[in-house]
């Protein structure tokens, strides 16, 4: 990919996709990340589900 495409390419991204970060405690996000891999699922699968849950979808 020749970096003007790829430039392009994350600039169309950044119209459609947002950043969600949190700080929180190494015990909890590995627990967090050993349970979900548990279920098959990314975090951001998880936190979609979540973020749905919470409006109502």
Same mark, same amino acid.
């Given at each position: ?16 996709? +947002? ?36 409006? +109502?979808?």
């Amino acid at each position: 990919m020749s970096p003007k495409s790829r430039a392009e390419y994350y600039r169309k991204r950044r119209e459609t996709i +947002g950043q969600f970060s949190v700080p929180m405690s190494r015990e909890k996000l590995k627990a967090l990340t050993e349970k979900l891999k548990k279920q098959n699922k990314t975090k951001t699968q998880w936190l979609n589900e979540k973020i749905d849950e919470e409006l +109502g979808q």
